[in-house]
């Protein structure tokens, strides 16, 4: 029986880079505190609770003063700054430096087309989304299915971003969606549908890969946190290639009886998933099987 960890899964480059500083800090002060929660993986964050690292919301944030605070990779809205200014906070600043980019560029198209919608595909309530509402003073259009569509004016122009997290084949869906109906609309081949591929490639190229590393495999174990979205987007696509794919969080969700007949064992995760804890599967597997 072969057992193999993928290589692709775990952590991004803006959560790697972000625990990095956190670690850094702890390191020489012992205590930190993060404006929500670093990742969206319990475990990982309980690891880094020990060290050191206080997880604050930001009403707690509101009413601390002369202290230092890590801004997580997702990014914040311009109103964090103004507050860490005011009351004399320290800012280590882990926000992904594709988010960044998007803020900045999301803040350039409204500047320069007030009178453009922006629509941004993504969920509402995640932190990436709430920091890009607010570079535009929440003035931009959230949509998360195709459903939610009908909120847009498809006679004006449209300027449509992505959090980075998102699948690229339904921001895809959802743009071409929207041309059409902006052709029904206005009558014209080309209308002003202004299309900002904003989706993380380094996320969404996960995609195609972790569907092969299922489909080579006659189980496989896939390792998330249930609040992380990207595990929960990632894992429907590793079981709809292969029947046999499980979600667990813990080792001791492991059930033996996944793993009779098989010959082959694949174990992946999401984006926010840590190494140690793959491996630590890996070691559990090991010894069910003996």
Known sequence: MKISIDEQSGFCFGVSNAIRLAEEELSKTGKLFCLGNIVHNRAEV????????????????????DSTVLIRAHGEPPETYKIAAENNI???????????KIQQRLLKTFLENPQNQIVIYGKPNHPEVIGLQGQ????ALVVQSVNELEAINFSLPVHIFSQTTMPLEGFRQITEIIRKKMIESIG????????????????????????????????VIFVSSPESSNGKLLFEEVK??????YFISQINE???EWFENAVTIGICGATSTPQWIMQRVEEEIKRILG
């Open 46 to 65: 309980e690891r880094l609770k020990n060290l050191g690292l206080i997880v604050i919301d930001h009403q707690t944030f509101r009413n601390l003063k």
């Open 90 to 100: 320290r800012l280590i600043d882990a926000s992904c430096k594709v988010v960044l």
């Open 136 to 139: 535009v003073g929440g003035k």
């Open 188 to 219: 014209a081949e080309n209308p002003p549908l202004y299309v900002h591929d904003t989706v993380c490639r380094q996320v969404s190229n996960r995609t195609e890969h972790l569907r092969k590393f299922a489909n080579s495999n006659d189980v």
């Open 240 to 245: 709809k290639v292969n029947s046999r794919s």
């Open 254 to 256: 492991i059930i033996p």
